[in-house]
């Protein structure tokens, strides 16, 4: 009969409730804490030449930011392809703007569309749900999300574009409730939304995969995983998102209790003990160090093909 580590789910149980991230180097800007939650991101965007600061040391998290400058943002994580070819189509795109090849990309892809025939309106605000409207198309355009915002209607033309920036923790919600869709998108919360964005499951595992023993506790069943079980399991990871120090979501309640938990072993040695919620395995997570005031907490992992994946198992 398997037994249940109950000192590492109560650990468990006690980190969801008071984890606290670690950060990285904000690119040492004086209006970017290391507390703040956006620290990781910017530090990253202003890495990989995302984003940059607006001067004077400084990243301005909290101002809000144009069309052209979330196209750019995302023209630049792309890589900065250059458009199929340039054009006089649009009355307010100078050439020598720096935007320019962001935004003719950006139409050429369907990312944005003009708001008229002739203009793309570069200098426009942009709001929330644009911001997540323009990462969703970018994204692919997945319609298999759904929200439960109550200021985010089915008939919005943003709802599934909300629905996949949750359910892919690439946004949050203004409130346990509302998504805020006509707030203004700020500069915080767009690199924050791409760096979640380019981030998968696969930065959870330490190593290369050598093993992986599923515990089932509700059924008190075990398996240990062949060669080809393994590699599917650590490929479902690749395409899985992953959050920092998350709490679970609506109808996610996690106990001392989950229904699943993943004993990983790694070529170089070494193990991660991931958990599950009582819900199943859509969600999993894996505690990252000590919880509490200066501790990592720990991270989650979510991708419902390990699910269907486990069930496929019979585990």
Not at 2 to 13: E, G
Not at 242 to 265: A, F
Request: a negative charge.
């Amino acid at each position: 009969m398997i037994k249940l580590r109950k000192t590492a789910a109560i650990m468990l149980a006690a980190a969801l409730a008071i984890c606290v991230g670690a950060h990285a180097d904000s690119g040492g800007f004086s209006d970017v804490p290391a507390s703040a939650w956006y620290n990781d991101a910017v530090g990253w965007a202003v890495e990989e030449g995302v984003a940059e600061g607006t001067g004077d040391g400084i990243f301005s998290p909290d101002a809000g930011c144009t069309r052209a400058q979330i196209v750019t943002f995302i023209w630049r994580m792309a890589g900065s392809p250059e458009p199929s070819e340039s054009s006089d189509a649009f009355h307010d795109l100078p050439e020598d703007a720096y935007y320019y090849g962001a935004m003719l990309w950006a139409n050429e892809k369907g990312i944005i569309s003009g708001t008229s025939e002739v203009t793309l309106s570069p200098d426009g605000p942009c709001t929330r749900a644009q911001a997540v409207t323009m990462l969703w198309r970018y994204a692919g355009a997945d319609e298999g999300y759904t929200g439960y915002f109550t200021d985010v209607p089915e008939t919005a033309y943003y709802y599934q574009a909300v629905g996949w920036a949750i359910n892919r923790y690439v946004a949050d919600g203004t409130t346990l409730l509302e998504f805020g869709p006509d707030l203004p998108c700020t500069r915080a919360q767009i690199v924050t939304m791409l760096y979640r964005m380019q981030r998968t499951g696969s930065e959870a595992l330490s190593g290369e995969v050598e093993s992986v023993r599923i515990e089932n506790t509700i059924t008190e069943e075990e398996l240990n995983l062949d060669a080809g079980e393994i590699a599917e399991f650590a490929s479902i990871f690749s395409r899985a998102a992953l959050n920092d120090n998350s709490v679970p979501q609506m109808g996610e309640e996690q106990t001392s209790n989950p229904m699943y938990v993943v004993y990983v072993g790694y070529a170089g040695g070494g193990e991660d003990v991931f958990y599950g919620t009582e819900a199943g395995a859509t969600v999993i997570y894996k505690r990252t160090g000590t919880y509490g005031p200066g501790g990592p907490g720990f991270i989650a992992v979510r991708n419902a093909e390990m699910q269907s994946f486990f069930d496929r198992l019979g585990i």
